[in-house]
């Protein structure tokens, strides 16, 4: 079936332009996760959202980002005046549900949008 | 402070030899440990997923190991192929939630022929 997929694949933007990327996840997956991947680093988590819950935000490392979800369909993250330490691969994922310490359930990751500021 | 460190940084092995790739924890409280593989431009996909009471999982020639004492994890790849190129990242899940995850920063293996 068909997995998680982002859009654009590749986006340019010049410094302090707004950027919004979006993430479909697997339908009927209730959780959703954006990450950040810096280039040579590991994976730094950003949002979660789980159903119609309040998102976990705690990773979001400015105002200037912001994410959104409906339900449990599409969701879309925006950067405001995007600066050059944006610049990063954008990974979107989902769950089916909450992975607790008997049930588990795997992130299925999209393939990225790698975002480039000049 | 949760964290989860990966050794080698990187590593370099011939196709058809063994490696193993080490991830230490700090993550407290403890849900489960998995390990992705992650290829050049695509997002993780997962190998394994160990909760506290299993030690051992494989995946193919993949074999993922926990010891949830010292807090160790390390994933052994079996008669590697170029395929195996990739970069091997250890995740810890604290809390039954499930939803808090440290990333190691992965380790980057290069198989040559």
């Known amino acids: 079936g068909a997995g998680v997929s982002q859009s654009p694949s590749n986006k340019v933007t010049e410094k302090g332009k707004d950027v919004e990327l979006r993430c479909d996840p697997i339908?009927?997956?209730?959780?959703l996760y954006w990450y950040r991947q810096r280039l040579g680093q590991g994976l730094e988590f950003l949002i979660y959202?789980?159903?119609?819950?309040?998102?976990?935000k705690s990773g979001l490392p400015s105002d200037r980002f912001s994410a959104e979800r409906t339900g449990e369909s599409v969701s879309t993250l925006t950067i405001q005046r995007t600066q050059q330490e944006d610049s990063a691969v954008y990974l979107c994922?989902?769950?089916?549900?909450?992975?607790?310490?008997?049930?588990?359930?795997?992130?299925?990751f999209g393939p990225g949008t790698r975002l480039t500021v000049t | 402070k949760n964290q989860v460190e990966q050794s080698p940084q990187s590593l370099i092995i011939l196709e058809g030899k063994n490696c193993t790739l080490q991830?230490?924890?700090?993550?407290?409280?403890?849900?489960?440990l998995r390990w992705y593989k992650q290829d050049t431009g695509r997002g993780p996909v997962s190998l394994t997923i160990?909760?506290?009471?299993?030690n051992t999982k494989s995946n193919g020639r993949y074999t993922a190991t926990l010891d949830a004492d010292t807090k160790q994890s390390s994933l052994h790849i079996t008669a590697s192929q170029l395929s195996d190129s990739a970069s091997y990242i250890c995740?810890?899940?604290?809390?039954?939630?499930?939803?808090?995850?440290?990333f190691g920063g992965g380790t980057r293996v290069l198989v040559k022929p």
């Open positions: 994922a989902s769950s089916p549900r909450f992975a607790d310490s008997i049930l588990r359930y795997e992130q299925y």
């Open positions: 339908s009927g997956h209730t959780a």
């Open positions: 959202f789980q159903g119609n819950s309040a998102p976990d």
């Open positions: 991830c230490n924890y700090t993550v407290s409280p403890f849900s489960n």
């Open positions: 160990m909760t506290f009471s299993e």
């Open positions: 995740v810890v899940t604290r809390g039954a939630a499930g939803n808090k995850l440290t």
